[in-house]
Structures are given as C-alpha cells and as structure tokens.
C-alpha cells in the first residue's frame, strides 16, 4: 500500500464536492466584482521566486533541475506568475486589470493543522491602480467571499496594517533602508517567538540597539485605533500625515462598501513575503485560533523588478482552501453534498438496447441517468435504483417496447405512469416544473 506523501490530500468525491463548493462561491463573487479568470503553469523557472518572494518561501520550495538542466519549482504562490504575465503585456493590456485565480501550490512546509505541502488558493489582484479604491475594492471582494461562505462578521476579522507606515516609523527610528528588510522579517515572525528572539533578531540588525528597538517596536504594535495611529504618523512629518489620510480615506471607503465592522486595525502584520510596499492584510478567525485564512497586500515594485521596466501599481491576496475549510467545518458551514442520479433507468434482459437508447436520449437532454451495469431481475434492478437516490425510474420491459412507451415510476411513493416514447423528454420536463426533479441545473 501507498499512502499519499506527507502534506498531500486525496479528495474521494464527498470531499471533492466540500472542495468545489468552496471554489464555486469564489468564482461567483469574483465575477460579481467584475474581476476575470485566469490560469498560469504550475511548474516555473526557479528563479521566478528566489529573490521576489523573500527568503521565507525560498525555503520552502518543492525545486528540482529537470531533463534540460533547467531549475525548476513548483509554485508556492501565484504572484511573480501573474506579474511576469501582465509585465509581457503592459504596454497592451486594458487596465485596470482585474485577475482572479483558483489553484493548486506547494510549500515543502511541517504539514500540521491548517498546513500542507499542497494546498489550493483563491488570488485576487487588481493591477494599475495606484489608489486606495483599488485596496478597497480588494478587501470588500475578500470579505463578500466569507460572508457569501456563511462567515458572519463576528467570527473573522481582517487585520490591517501598512507597510509603507512601517517604514516610516523605522525611518524615524534610525532604521536604514539596508537593515530594514531584516527588522520587518523579525516583527512578521515576533508573534510566534519569544520576546528574547525578538530582540536578538533586532539586535543582529542593528547593534547595540536590539532592547530599544524591542521597546519602540512593541509600543507601535500595539497601536489599534485610527486616533492613536494618526498622532504616531504625525511624528514622522508631512510624509506621515498623507500616510494618515490614505489610512483614514480607506476606512471610510471599507466603510462605504459595507466591510467596515469586520476591520481591524493591527500593526503588528507586516507579512512574510517580501514584495509588499503599502496596505497589507491577514484575516484570522475572531477566536484567536488557528492560522491565517487569507493575506495580501499592495506590492507596487514587483512588476517593474521582474520585467526590469517601468513598475506598475497593483495589489492583491489569497485565501487558502484548508484553514477555510477547517474554519468553515468548525461552524457547521459545510453543506453535506448528496449526489444522486436524476433517473434511474430499468430494463428487461431482451430489450437491453432500447434500454440503453432510452438512457442516451435522457443524458443528452441534460439529465443524469444510471442503470445497472449487472444483467438482473427487474427486482434486483428496482432495488438499485432506490440505493441510487433517484427520484424516478424509467422502465422499459416487453410491453412498453411492443407500445413504443416508457414507464415513469415515482420511486418515492410508488405511483406510475406510461408515456409514449417519444414524449418522454417533454413529460419529464413537465415533472421538472412541478419541482419533481431536484438536482439537474
Ligand atoms: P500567503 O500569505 O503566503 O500570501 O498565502 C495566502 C494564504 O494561503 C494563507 O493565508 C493561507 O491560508 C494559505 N497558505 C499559505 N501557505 C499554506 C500552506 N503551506 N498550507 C495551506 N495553506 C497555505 C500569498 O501567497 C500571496 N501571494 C498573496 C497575494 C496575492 N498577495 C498579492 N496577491
């Protein structure tokens, strides 16, 4: 026996369907956003990653060299992908331009709750949009799609935070643009370590200053009202007070588009990865559990750094399939899917080819028929067909071929009626006005 390998899933079809009811709503409300859906390889070159992403995904990529020597990985993320595509047609491209993906990725990651090796994302990204609509826009599709999931507001919260605020608050703290990069990795993960490691990743950025650092650090994390952070930013000058509008612009626009009461002011997100330049986002679960079921961000320099042109403003997330999942079962929100034929069509031994012409006719008018693949009794077969779940059942024995007939049969309360073969598919058509046949879309 083989089992799958660490951090891999199989999906027999119960699963399946969890799985595609979850991918069904993030395509329905993307599409009420307006936005477009796209594809990309799952295999790229390795270097698409090493660098763009930042050191944390670097870690955790599934690479190999392939037949041609080339190196190779399989994609932890979509972004540098969606980038490269839009960079190779920014000249020609409508914008803004509004990309939304539902795909399979992989991070050679610890496989534990809420974390494989391969998992599913929905992306969302907006490109060519400097403005704060555009990060508006992006947060109130992400919320809609919980919300749509049967989230209320009470049972996730969307923590925001903001990268460009953060380099301002290290500018001032006499962070220089070379240390910055190591002191934002040292906050994103300060949450998950102890306060001691904390200040040694401070002090190895820049020494001697590591406790001080810890200190400052902390007091700006723990900053979670529009008021306290508009008199942090007013310290850090004119460029602090237009950070203090774009901030206030976008709650009200959050606001505005009904996703305000799920916001959270939270400086202590920076996120891990290392393309992001302004407004970032993580969305958790109110009761603190578990990890992060979405995150994203505005990441202006991306564009521009992977097609050495000019840059191109955008911004984006993803939300991933298993904490969603796991959150989304936790709160008995997961539909329990029965999958059930529409018809279930019964034939006599000798009119085995009527039989069989009936099911075709009925599949190719749009239902979904089945019948017993095993040579039996009408008994036996009539048996099957109500392990099946099918409402009704087609019968064709000796006399409905003499006639030239079918017999419906209500497999519920047993009533049966013979109609002329050829008006079969309109009198079912008929039963699936009455509501008679559940299931067929
Ligand atoms: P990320 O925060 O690395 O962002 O991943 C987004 C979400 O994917 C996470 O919140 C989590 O739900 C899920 N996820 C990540 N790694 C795993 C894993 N190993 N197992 C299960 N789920 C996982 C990004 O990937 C950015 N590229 C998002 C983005 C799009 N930013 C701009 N546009």
């Given at each position: 026996m083989f089992d799958t390998l660490p951090g891999f899933r199989d999906f027999p079809p119960e699963a399946c369907s969890r799985r595609n009811h979850i991918f069904r709503v993030f395509r329905t409300v993307a599409r009420a956003f307006d936005f477009r859906e796209f594809e990309a390889p799952i295999l790229e070159p390795l270097d698409l990653y090493v660098e763009k992403s930042g050191e944390e995904i670097v870690g955790q990529l599934f690479h190999f060299e392939d037949k041609g020597d080339r190196r190779v990985a399989?994609?932890?993320?979509?972004t540098p992908s969606l980038a490269r595509m839009v960079a190779a047609r920014a000249n020609s491209i409508a914008k803004p331009v509004k990309w939304f993906n539902v795909g399979e990725h992989f991070r050679y990651e610890r496989p534990q709750r809420g974390r494989g090796r391969s998992f599913y994302q929905f992306n969302a990204d907006l490109l060519g949009e400097p403005g704060v609509l555009a990060d508006a826009e992006l947060i109130s599709l992400l919320v809609a799609i919980l919300e749509t999931l049967g989230l209320s507001e009470s049972l996730f919260s969307v923590r925001l935070s903001d990268r460009a605020s953060w380099v301002l608050f290290l500018d001032s703290l006499g962070i220089t643009e070379k240390q910055r990069p190591v002191v934002l990795d040292a906050i994103d993960k300060s949450g998950r370590r102890k306060p001691e490691q904390t200040e040694e990743a401070l002090e190895n950025a820049s020494p001697g200053k590591g406790a001080e650092l810890l200190e400052q650090v902390n007091e700006i994390k723990s900053i979670d009202t529009m008021d306290a952070l508009a008199k942090r930013l007013e310290k850090c000058g004119e460029a602090g007070r237009s950070r203090s509008s774009e901030w206030s612009r976008l709650l009200t626009l959050l606001e505005a588009h009904g996703a305000?009461?799920?916001i959270r002011i939270d400086l202590s997100i920076v996120r891990g990865l290392a393309y992001y330049t302004g407004f970032v986002y993580e969305v958790f679960e109110t009761t603190g559990e578990g990890r992060a079921l979405a995150g994203g961000g505005r990441y202006d320099h991306l564009i521009g750094k992977l097609s050495g042109g000019p840059d191109m403003p955008a911004a984006g997330f993803a939300i991933g399939d298993m904490t969603l999942s796991d959150c989304l079962e936790g709160n008995g929100l997961l539909p329990t899917y029965v999958s059930a034929p529409d018809l279930f069509v019964v034939g006599g031994n000798g009119q085995e080819k009527e039989t069989l012409s009936i099911v075709s006719r009925v599949r190719r008018a749009g239902y979904s028929a089945s019948y017993s693949l095993k040579q039996s009794a009408f008994g036996k077969q009539f048996r099957e067909a109500g392990k099946s779940g099918a409402r009704y059942a087609l019968v064709i024995g000796e006399e409905e071929v003499a006639e030239d007939s079918v017999t419906i049969k209500d497999l519920g309360s047993g009533v049966e009626k013979r109609v002329a073969s050829k008006s079969l598919v309109s009198k079912l058509e008929g039963l699936d006005e009455e509501g008679g046949l559940p299931g067929r879309e």
């Open positions: 399989l994609r932890p993320e979509l305000g009461s799920c």
